[in-house]
């Protein structure tokens, strides 16, 4: 038995599809009971800032996939430990690397990471760039017209498709990548420009770009996020201290299979776009 977090997520989500078509036994972390699941899959209620909500989840697991940032995660972890879990799978990012403890993200990273291995379990860490369904924030400026103002628009990344951060994670969680830290990326590295006319070929529209400054794209962040997380964004994408645009091979060389484009990644979720 899995235990899957974050299980209503763009990855989690994915990953409790994947497991539970596989005929693999899968439990999902929720916050409420009468959320929609798969079939084969079942639910579990509880909350991984209360480590002692988890008791019934745990029962019986294996292997967890394990969001980063939660409040207490040396408690968790060892609840999971306590319980007989064997196998943590985190996903993390590419911001770990740098270990900057005074980035807001990188720091919750770091950290996340460093309870997984102070933990004793076996653990593989997962470190996506940017995710594909990101361009959903679009989704409103969509709804109005035919023009999409984007952030940070001279910063390419290679994307990944969350359902491919699922496939290596279901790997993982069966054994045999322990120890490993996987950079996960899409096959090539776009700019926003890119992706907005990657979407407007899938949606048949005539789509205007236009990238935003550093003015108008710091304004927008300060209005939907908290100012350490703005820095810490300025960081990466400004000052240029995380690189988005390297290729890694990860996702083909633990599924098989090439890591979907963009482009795939559009057709697929088109109808969420109309």
């Not at 394990?66 to 319980?83: E, F």
């Not at 102070?118 to 996506?128: A, V, W």
Request: charged content about 25%; glycine content about 10%.
């Amino acid at each position: 038995m899995f235990l899957v977090t974050g299980a209503t997520g763009n990855v989690g989500a994915e990953l409790v599809a994947a497991l539970a078509g596989a005929g693999t036994p899968v439990r999902a972390l929720v916050r409420r009971p009468d959320v929609a699941l798969p079939d084969g899959a079942e639910a579990a209620v509880g909350d991984l800032n209360d480590p002692g909500s988890l008791t019934d989840a745990l029962k019986g697991v294996e292997g967890v996939f394990l969001m980063s940032g939660y409040a207490d995660m040396p408690g968790m972890l060892a609840k999971a430990r306590d319980a007989g879990v064997r196998r943590i799978v985190l996903l993390s990012g590419g911001s770990a690397e740098l270990a900057d403890l005074d980035n807001a993200v990188s720091r919750y990273m770091t950290l996340s990471e460093r309870a997984v291995r102070e933990s004793g379990l076996d653990r593989t860490f997962l470190r996506p760039r940017a995710f594909m369904s990101n361009a959903l924030r679009w989704l409103p400026q969509l709804r109005e017209g035919d023009t999409v103002r984007a952030q940070f628009p001279d910063v390419a990344a290679a994307c990944v498709d969350p359902a491919d951060i699922a496939a290596v994670a279901a790997r993982a969680l069966a054994g045999g990548h322990e120890g490993r830290t996987y950079e996960l990326t899409g096959p090539v590295a776009l700019r926003p420009a890119e992706q907005v006319a990657v979407l407007a070929e899938v949606l048949g529209r005539d789509l205007e770009f236009v990238g935003l400054s550093n003015d108008e794209t710091r304004a927008e962040l300060e209005a939907s996020m908290p100012r350490e997380y703005v820095d810490a964004f300025w960081d990466f994408y400004v000052d240029g201290t995380l690189d988005e645009a390297t290729v890694h091979p990860a996702v083909p060389d633990v599924t098989g299979r090439p890591a979907r484009t963009f482009a795939q990644w559009a057709t697929a979720h088109a109808d969420a776009f109309r």
